[in-house]
């Protein structure tokens, strides 16, 4: 009996509801003490003056650092191009100048509000078009020392800070020859990922080494970062990790930990908590990035895309983080999953002096579709054509090559999502009843499953449960305490509840390329697949003695190790084990997994860093909103997907992503932002002003599960949290034009926007 595609109980359910789950933020050490950050209250300026001696006298502080204490050394997950504290010059709003350790919480504060700080302002690199300019200041004028965390660089230069082209031959001449050329611009804002649990970290330096305790989706990467900021071997960082309280993306690289780690040490080894107020961690989070998008395409007279060209220019902050990585994802989205002809592709990330960008679910996907679809309902607009038929004329199918040279073998799964919208929601009924101020949207798009490796130890215990020693994390969708123990318990045949999954600590799990791209089910429920298939041959080795049958003759299920189409003849798990404990040694397995990266053409772009979208799966979503003419606002009142998910492994896991991945799309069509002044500072600096959808502002979802399994999968899974985010804003976008018969192109629609469209 297989517990896969079940409703199982989430592992970490209890202790999340009861409150008994220790989070990052609930932490805390014998004889800890707190620290907190002296952080720039400008964008761009020169340090003139900083002076920390009436602070460090202050009762209760243990270390004040500034610069001159951390070591003279630039970190960076892509680029090593930041620096612990600012030393001369400030980026941002909001980067740390100075950190102080003292005995309590008020105290420190106390102590940084006692650092005597003059900056002189400097001009603030805020526009992207600007930043661009050949006689603009850069943000960073030393950027060629620089040096790739990879060892391989990527085309950058002044405040460009990474580049991505694609120019196949074809385009210039069927731009020429076009019946129209359809252009539009397209604009995006920041989206802050407003997690529950802001950022923390306690560091504790001792017997010479870091260890630091974080709620973190990616703890190989805070190891990796601590080591690079605070010049020391990985191997001289310990991560541990806790209960999450939500990250989305935000959490993937270090934020507190380094500064915790080093205040320890200034501190004699006491350990230091350092915890983000809310203002703090919105101010610097690594938010979505903003963007501008421009779309031009070559049509016939029958809507066929000749040529096409995409220009993103999206904002990089002060600091690169990941983003180099993401500038190619351009490539892979530019022609959305329609056919088109030879397609021009320039993606540039840009630094401005700003908040780092970063990692936020659906990354760059989200604008990008956001500009593809709504210039692709811009062309059946002009056209005269039905927005959905021409979708469908024009829709991927199987062995559909990419412009990256990659073929999508089964993309065909895109015209089943196309019919079980269909089914549910009739687009000729649709169109039939609407009434004034109503629209309807509809969109598709493919995404990848992140494909990092992981790495999983299954051991079996004497009494027949098993544990999952791994350093993945939970990042609140399921994927470890519904996934992993699933595909786990179904393999051992044995209850999901007697299946636990341990906390990750870098010291004693292997490593895993964390909480992020959907990879977690797929890729550490595979190694552990693989692990606990150790483990059952093991377990049948032991077995054969005492059942006196041939190893090929037995099987691992319920509970037992029997000899197949005997079930009476029998053993239970615990009881084996116990044996090997005894003979051969405790039974455990160990498993890693990467997915290759699929066949590409290397020669198709420039900059390259994402070469190809492994494990693809296929969306689409339809929404109906309706207008109110005097207020400007837009309620959304029926949300569609179908979803390709490979296999479920759980229903209300998937569900749940799903529902979570639409809400978040619905708060950056039409709520979120984080608006940047002239000055490069936030307009939006608290979560009253931030605009979060509230549950009013949400219908529930209607779900289609498209399953196709994927053989190289565990159980056939694929990935499932990332791909409902990406088409929201594209929709719901499309279903307002609609409403209202005037094209809206930035995200969020603003109801100051609605209204002067309206009113245009």
Known sequence: MTVIGERVPRSDGRSKVSGEAVYGVDYSEPGM??????????????????????????????????????????????????????????????????????????????????????????????????????????????????????????????????????????????????????????????????????????????DGRYTVHTAHQFPYNVRDRVSQFLDVRPSAVRVVGHTIGGGFGAKLDAGLEPYAALLSRAAGGLAVKLVNTRTEDLLTCPSRENAITRLRSAVDEDGNVLARELEVIADNGAYSGEMPWLASIALHCARGVYRAGPTRVIARLVYTNTAPTGAFRGVNGTYLYH?????????????????????????????????????????????????????????????????????????????????????????????????????????????????????????LGIPPSDVYVTMPDTDVAGFDAGSQGSRTTRIVGKASQIAADEVIEKLKNVAAGLLEAAVDDLEVADGTVRVKGAPGNALPIAQVAVTATNTVGPIQGTGSFVTPF?????????????????????????????????????????????????????????????????????????????????????????????????????????????????PDGPAGAKGVGEGPVLLPAAVIANAVSDAIGKPLNSIPITPEEVLAAIQS
Request: proline share 7%; with cysteine.
């Open 371 to 491: 500009a593809v679809e709504r210039h692709t309902d811009h062309i059946a607009s002009e056209l005269g054509l039905d927005r959905r038929e021409y979708r469908l004329r024009h829709l991927f199918t199987d062995g559909e090559e990419l412009l990256n040279g990659q073929v999508l073998h089964d993309a065909g799964i895109l015209r089943k999502g196309f019919e079980a919208i269909e089914t549910a929601a009739p687009w000729a009924e649709l169109q039939a009843g609407r009434r004034p101020y109503r629209g309807i949207g509809i969109g598709a798009a493919w995404w990848l499953t992140n494909p990092m490796p992981g790495t999983a130890v299954v051991k079996l215990h004497e009494d027949g449960t098993a544990a999952v020693i791994t350093a993945a994390t939970d990042n609140g969708s399921g994927a470890v305490s519904m996934g992993v123990t699933q595909i786990v318990a179904d393999r």
């Open 33 to 206: 003490i707190w620290g907190a950050l002296l952080r720039s209250p400008v964008s761009s300026g020169r340090i003139t003056r900083l002076d920390t001696a009436a602070a460090s006298a202050m009762p209760g502080v243990h270390a004040v650092l500034t610069a001159a204490d951390a070591p003279d050394t630039y970190a960076g997950w892509v680029l090593r191009d930041q620096r612990l504290f600012a030393a001369d010059v400030v980026h941002y709003e909001g980067q740390p100048v100075a950190a102080v350790a003292a005995d309590t919480l008020a105290q420190a504060r106390a102590a940084v509000a006692a650092i005597e700080l003059e900056i002189e302002p400097l001009p603030a690199v805020v526009d992207l078009a600007e930043a661009m300019a050949p006689d603009a200041p850069l943000v960073h004028p030393g950027w060629e020392a620089f040096v790739p965390t990879a060892g391989e660089d990527f085309p950058r230069r002044g405040n460009i800070a990474a580049e991505s082209i694609s120019d196949p031959p074809g385009v210039d001449e069927a731009f020429a020859e076009a019946h129209r050329v359809i252009e539009d611009e397209f604009v995006a804002q920041r989206q802050y990922q407003a997690y529950i649990e802001p950022k923390s970290a306690v560091g504790i330096f001792r």
């Open 598 to 710: 699929p066949d590409f053409n290397p020669g198709c772009a420039t900059g390259l860093m994402l070469p190809s979208f492994p494990t693809p799966t296929y969306h689409v979503h339809l929404a109906e909103v309706e207008v109110d003419p005097v207020t400007g606002t837009v309620r959304v009142l029926r949300y569609l997907v179908a979803q390709e998910v490979g296999r479920i492994i759980s229903p209300d896991g998937t569900y749940g992503q799903v529902m979570g991945g639409v809400t978040q799309g619905i708060g950056y069509a039409l709520h979120e932002s984080l608006r940047i002044g002239d000055d490069g500072r936030y307009r939006e600096r608290t979560l009253e002003s931030y605009r979060l959808p509230l549950a009013v502002d949400v219908p529930r979802v209607e779900f289609f599960a498209l399953e196709h399994p994927d």
